[in-house]
């Protein structure tokens, strides 16, 4: 079945005028092209609340993933020290991404269901001076838990290190004030809340740390700073560039406009993610992040008690009829994901809860019939 939509942290459901965008062959050597990537580099600065004076924007072929190793190991040098605080799998990747590049660093870990302290890592910074740069992930996709990055940036702020902030699946659906807070690199990608497809990653720039990693780089095609000297001269891409992918953000950012803006966006967000928990709570499906620090993107639920099923029956079930939900990612419990991002509305959280209760209820009957029979 090919017409489902997702209720996945991304790829998510686009609009069809934002896959239509994709049906051109664009050339990229021309100017019309170079302007497209200079209008969604200027346009990304304003959706974070960042002058251009201070702040530039790179965008880097590639998955998300693409774009944070690109910041790791352009922007940390051989003589640095990076403080990875992780609370879930993307955390955990960064810390991958040390290993395979040789970066020093250490981690504070976090159980997936709480949130990291800013008073614990003002502590380590202090008890730390190696440490120049510090880096967490806002939305952690693995539990849909909201991390307080405002309290973090203050703490590392003031003890004057570089603050790296992975918002792969908040930014544009979360409103992040990246100059006032004095996050010096942050990274999202094409395919999450801006509603594009997947293909780049965008990293906004602190200009003056930017330029300071000149040099520093580990790898050719990552290299953060290389890849911006090019792009900051008339908007051309280092190497071949995505550019259906381009196309289609272009788009995707017009209609984000069109919709209101990240206020809107996220008010459309938000009000999907608390009817799903309402509508869960009600057939007595619990979260697995407490209310406080549930994020508006995803939500982990935990399985019903005495779930007689699999999640390749229930996955099944709901996609052949319509949606298509996400496997469970915390470690400890038996439980799985559904996504509120992309071109998803009320209607479509309503209509899932009720394929959702059938599920259940079927379920239930065919125990019945089993104990019976
Ligand atoms: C999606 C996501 C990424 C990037 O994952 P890719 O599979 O490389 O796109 C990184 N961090 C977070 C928090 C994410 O949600």
Redesign the pocket.
Known sequence: MKNYKLLT??PLTTTDTVKAEMLFDHCTWDDDYKQITQQIRKKLLKLAHASEDTYTTVLMQG???FG?ESVLTSVVGNTDKLLIIANGA?GERMTDIAEYAGIRYVTYRVHYNEIPSAQKVQQILKADPDITHVTM?H???TSGILNDIAAVAKVVKSAGRDFIV?A??SFGGVDIPVEELGIDFIIS?AN?CIQGVPGFSFIICNREKLKESKGKARSLSLDLYDQWETMEKDGKWRFTSPTHVVLAFAKAMEEMEAEGGIEARGARYRANNQLLIDKMSEMGIKTYIDGTHQGPIITTFFYPEDANFSFGEMYEYIKERGYAIYPGKVTEAETFRIGNIGEIYEEDIVKLCDIFKEFLESKQAEEKMARVG
């Open positions: 942290p991304g998955s998300g993933s944070v993307y992930v939305s952690e996709t992975d792969m699946s990608s999450k």
